[in-house]
């Protein structure tokens, strides 16, 4: 065998969690008026990266800004050096990106 269940279950997970980001290109916020609203307002767009075991998305016009799952699942709006931390200018506490998925500003 490659591996034990769990981690062929988790191997599935991220081929899922991947997959599915995958097929979303593009992902737009707005209607942030908090005094991050620039960082966060904007369209981010699937990158080759994966952070924690999901696609990343990189804020178009802002290479510097990032949409990307934490380590507690959670997705963040955050700065290059942050990517994939428990912290940003906002987060869904959502672990999938849906439409109509509320963000919360930090």
């Given at each position: 065998p490659s591996g034990?269940?769990?981690?062929?279950?988790?191997?599935?997970?991220?081929?899922?969690?991947?997959?599915t980001a995958s097929r979303v290109a593009r992902?737009?916020?707005?209607?942030?008026t908090c005094p991050h609203a620039d960082e966060i307002n904007g369209v981010f767009v699937l990158s080759s990266d994966v952070?924690?075991?999901?696609?990343?998305?990189?804020?178009?016009?802002?290479?510097?800004?990032?949409?990307?799952?934490?380590?507690?699942?959670?997705?963040?709006?955050?700065?290059?050096?942050?990517r994939g931390q428990t912290w940003g200018y906002c987060h869904c506490v959502y672990s999938s990106l849906q439409i109509g998925r509320r963000l919360y500003c930090s």
């Open positions: 034990t269940v769990g981690e062929e279950l988790a191997a599935l997970r991220r081929e899922r969690d991947v997959g992902v737009s916020i707005s209607g942030a952070v924690n075991e999901a696609a990343a998305y990189q804020k178009e016009g802002d290479p510097g800004r990032w949409l990307a799952r934490s380590t507690n699942g959670e997705w963040y709006v955050q700065p290059t050096e942050k």
